[in-house]
């Protein structure tokens, strides 16, 4: 999966819980949940929809390596390789 796709499979994630969002609204290297105005929920249907795209579970104690959308499309690279 190139990083053209994993982006793509991110932004199709955001958008299964805001459907509303388009990738000129995002700023990546901002907060998602910010960016996005995700609350908790949203966040965790967010991280499930990745989940479940890619079979990568995303612990808790790697939040902070996945909170942006710059970061989760790395973390999700280096998971794909």
């Known amino acids: ?9 991110v932004l ?3 958008q299964q819980v805001a459907p ?3 990738m000129d609204d995002i700023e990546v290297d901002e907060d998602i949940r ?3 105005d995700l609350d908790s929920m949203d966040f965790i249907n967010y991280l499930i929809a990745i989940k479940n795209a890619t079979g990568v579970v995303i612990a808790e104690k790697d939040y902070g390596n996945a909170n942006t959308f710059k970061k989760m499309v790395e973390f999700l690279s280096l998971k794909l390789a």
């Open 1 to 9: 999966m190139n990083t053209d796709d994993i982006e793509q499979l």
């Open 12 to 14: 199709s994630a955001i």
């Open 20 to 22: 509303e969002i388009e």
């Open 34 to 36: 910010k960016t996005c």
